[in-house]
């Protein structure tokens, strides 16, 4: 069990559960069972990831992670080689349940997981494989959610970025590496964050949820109002009809705005998650300190979707996923998280 723990690297679990969610959230769409069929896909697909990605790398840990359960012995190469074919598998099936859009995003994100683990993993292209491996993730849960997932694309790009930069870290875990990938990680949180404590635009998806909202409950209001104009004439002190419009209950206000303070939380949440780290590691870019500031890297995955949701208007869901994060931390402690 223990060397299964750490072939699967279970602290990273809880970091799937939120892309789901915050494709979700991005469409303004309460999670359902559509939703719960994605989160699992991701799951099974990360998790085939991450044991292809010792079965990819055996060799080379041999020699640099001799502790590692592949070459420590403690796990056969065939047997890892074929639960990520077997997670593989299940990801794309509960993706097909969950609907032909999820399917349609979930073959791709399948797709980009097995190449980045047998080709481009050491390549220049593996950190934005990685990266677009997570904004995949994030996707999966809109398509599954709401049929659609060209909402969530701002959301995805922004935890695709912050994944770019923590796999472009991680390249130097093993060995001396130079301040400049350290540094890169921390402008990168500096400049997410502020991104995230910036409001979403009057026209994003929770302000237009919340006018449509009104609009519907004032339809037949303004019907009739419009139908008085066309048959009573107005008297010279009377009110032009439809100049006077009841104003919006604090319930039905854009979300954006009722959210902007668990939003502006969070973001700084996530930005104190890396800081200290990634400064640590860009003073001395050694090899326990690299990993250090990587694993806070991964973890920091949970307060920067917890966000996005929050900044969508999805606060419920923001602090269910919020929490998720010491839970994480508690088990990184005993199981390694990279």
């Known amino acids: 069990m223990r060397a299964w723990a750490e072939l699967l690297r279970v602290p990273a679990l809880?970091?799937?559960?939120?892309?789901?969610?915050?494709?979700?959230?991005?469409?303004?769409?309460?999670?359902?069972?559509?939703?719960?069929?994605?989160?699992?896909?991701?799951?099974?697909?990360?998790?085939?990831?991450?044991?292809?990605?010792?079965?990819?790398?055996?060799?080379?840990?041999a020699a640099e992670r001799p502790h590692r359960p592949l070459p420590s012995g403690r796990v056969s190469p065939t047997t890892a080689f074929t639960v990520a074919c077997a997670f593989t598998a299940a990801g794309l099936a509960l993706a097909a349940r969950a609907g032909r859009p999820a399917l349609t995003i979930a073959a791709p994100l399948a797709v980009t997981v097995w190449s980045y683990d047998l080709a481009l993993k050491h390549t220049p292209a593996g950190p934005f494989a990685m990266a677009a491996?997570?904004?995949?993730?994030?996707?999966l849960g809109a398509a599954a959610t709401g049929g659609r997932a060209r909402p969530a694309l701002a959301s995805a790009a922004l935890l695709a970025t912050h994944t770019c930069a923590v796999t472009n870290l991680s390249?130097?875990?093993?060995?001396?590496?130079?301040?400049?990938?350290?540094l890169a990680a921390l402008a990168t949180t500096g400049a997410l964050t502020w991104l995230l404590h910036r409001p979403l635009p009057p026209g994003g998806p929770a302000h237009h949820l919340s006018q449509n909202h009104l609009s519907r409950n004032h339809l037949s209001r303004n019907r009739r109002s419009s139908n008085c104009q066309s048959s009573n004439r107005r008297s010279p002190g009377e009110e032009a009809p439809g100049r006077h419009q009841p104003p919006a209950r604090a319930g039905h206000r854009p979300a954006h705005h009722s959210s902007a303070p668990l939003t502006s939380v969070l973001a700084t949440a996530y930005a104190a998650a890396t800081a200290r780290s990634y400064l640590h590691a860009s003073l001395n870019p050694s090899p326990p300190l690299t990993q250090r500031a990587v694993g806070a890297g991964i973890r920091a995955t949970i307060p920067l979707q917890a966000a996005?949701?929050?900044?969508?208007?999805?606060?419920?869901?923001?602090?269910?996923?919020?929490?998720?994060?010491?839970?994480?931390?508690?088990?990184?402690?005993?199981?390694?998280?990279?």
């Not at 939703?35 to 896909?41: F, K």
């Not at 875990?173 to 990938?181: K, L």
């Open 171 to 182: 390249r130097q875990e093993t060995h001396e590496g130079t301040p400049t990938a350290a």
């Open 308 to 338: 996005l949701m929050a900044r969508s208007g999805a606060t419920a869901t923001a602090l269910i996923t919020a929490a998720l994060a010491p839970v994480a931390r508690r088990l990184a402690r005993r199981v390694s998280i990279t």
């Open 133 to 139: 491996a997570r904004g995949l993730d994030l996707l």
């Open 14 to 61: 809880f970091t799937v559960p939120g892309d789901a969610l915050a494709g979700a959230g991005a469409l303004c769409a309460p999670p359902g069972h559509r939703t719960l069929l994605a989160i699992g896909s991701s799951l099974c697909l990360y998790e085939a990831g991450m044991v292809l990605n010792d079965w990819a790398d055996r060799a080379e840990d």
